[in-house]
């Protein structure tokens, strides 16, 4: 298994579309086969930032996932919110791996 953490600096103006931005990230993540555990958003206190996380069951499942940026029409609509509302300043990802509790 391979966790992506997205870590986003936000437009604290824009916070409705980035909710919509991320609502729409989290059911194409699901559609195509990853688990997603939710977008973090600032909750108090002035801050501009947003972290997500999602798994794959492995790394290509996730590259197969990235094979639909930008050409598949419902990952062009998704990136359509970004880009037209400017709530992403930038982000970054990391590719983490899980320890799990032991027995």
Known sequence: MITCVVHYTIDPAQIEAFERFART????????????????????????RAEALFSFESLAAYEQYRSRFGVDPEFVAA????DESGCVLRYERTFM????PAD
Do not use: K
């Open 79 to 82: 990136d359509r919110i970004r």
């Open 97 to 100: 791996r899980p320890l799990l």
């Open 25 to 48: 990230w989290m059911r194409l993540v699901a559609r195509h086969g990853g688990v997603h555990y939710g977008y973090f958003l600032p909750a108090e206190g002035a801050s501009d």
